[in-house]
């Protein structure tokens, strides 16, 4: 069974400008998360996708974070502008209810580094 | 709102020990805990899942436990190399979300 894939795998950009980044998770599971991790802390919910509507995009700072999963499979979760406390790691996972552990699978991250 | 807890946030151990890694949570009605280990600059690769039903699991060399009604997880790992030096994360899922709500992690070192 294939992970979860992301990439890329590292970014830097200057503060102000936009990022994207993209994930594909396992095949057949139905949900996708975003998670931010700021060094050393835990990772932190940033929106969750069912198929391809939101279920949870409470502590996404809209104003210039957003996300999308088209046809319930790929997504991608854009910056624009970034600033400065943006930069961490953000991970992707994705689940299915039909895994009777209902556990997560994560992917490698994308390192995003705002100078 | 569920809130984890990880005790201690850094360990270090001389290679061969016996060591516990322990989580805390706020919110008991839970659906299940998983534990999993990050290595620098990579995500996260799960070690072992527990169901709210179940009182533990193992896997080789780890074994961990779950007590639900005092808000309780333990990560024992046996026998300690070199190898497993990597930062550990609890994370729950509860019955009212459908998300994993993270611990901070315990960075653990295994010195030769």
């Known amino acids: 069974e294939a992970g979860v894939a992301q990439s890329p795998r590292y970014k830097i950009i200057e503060k102000r400008q936009s990022v994207a980044f993209w994930c594909n998770p396992i095949?057949?599971?139905?949900?996708l998360y975003w998670y931010q991790q700021i060094l050393g802390q835990g990772p932190k919910l940033l929106i969750q996708?069912?198929?391809?509507?939101?279920?949870?995009d409470s502590q996404l700072p809209k104003d210039r974070f957003s996300a999308e999963r088209l046809k319930g499979v790929d997504s991608t979760l854009k910056i624009q502008p970034a600033k400065l406390e943006d930069s961490a790691v953000y991970l992707c996972?994705?689940?299915?209810?039909?895994?009777?552990?209902?556990?997560?699978?994560f992917g490698s991250g994308t390192r995003l580094t705002v100078v | 709102k569920q809130e984890v807890t990880q005790i201690p946030a850094a360990l270090s151990v001389p290679e061969g020990e016996n060591l516990v890694l322990n989580c805390s949570f706020t919110?008991?009605?839970?659906?299940?805990l998983q534990w999993f280990r990050q290595d620098p600059g990579k995500g996260l690769t799960s070690l072992l899942l527990?169901?709210?039903?179940?009182r533990e699991q193992t896997s080789g060399r780890l074994n961990a436990s779950l007590d639900k009604s005092s808000g309780r997880s333990t990560l024992y790992i046996a026998a300690s190399q070199p190898g497993d030096s990597a930062t550990y994360l609890c994370?729950?899922?509860?019955?009212?979300?459908?998300?994993?709500?993270f611990g901070p992690g315990t960075r653990l070192s295994v010195l030769p």
């Open positions: 996972a994705s689940s299915s209810s039909r895994d009777t552990n209902y556990g997560y699978t």
């Open positions: 994370a729950v899922r509860d019955n009212y979300g459908q998300n994993f709500v």
């Open positions: 527990i169901q709210s039903s179940q």
């Open positions: 996708f069912q198929n391809n509507g939101v279920v949870d």
């Open positions: 095949s057949g599971h139905a949900t």
């Open positions: 919110d008991s009605a839970i659906y299940n």
